[in-house]
């Protein structure tokens, strides 16, 4: 876990990917869904995207596995080796991605620190649905 959160962070608390929701509402639907095999799933590109930050922020990487396309996806994600904190998300623009769509693209700026000097990363993401449910696939980053 992202030693920010451990403590008082709740379903009340700001969603991390800075929707302006709770993480009840916003991405928290998708994370718990994700420890209970529930069916709770995101419809749009963005929703995947925002999830996946909020899992990179909370440091669960059984979620980005799951949601990460299998013929992309790494063998494993190591994120208590990183000592990268994430502080913002910012989505510049969608393409596609929509409930009704195949595929869908995200453009976005990801702000993080590490060991107190702030830096970002800007990355076009490409998605595709399969069987129903968002996958990442790769990113381009700019
Ligand atoms: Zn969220």
Redesign the pocket.
Known sequence: MAKKFTQAFTDQSD?????D?S?GQ???RFLKAADKNDTSVPQTAEQLM??RY?AYVLGNSLYLLNTWHPQYRPQKIDLSASDQQWIGLKIKETHKGQAQDGSGEVHFIARYKVNGEASHLEERSQFVKMAGQWFYTTGQIL
């Open positions: 969603c991390p990917c800075q929707s929701l993480y916003c991405c928290g925002r999830s909020t």
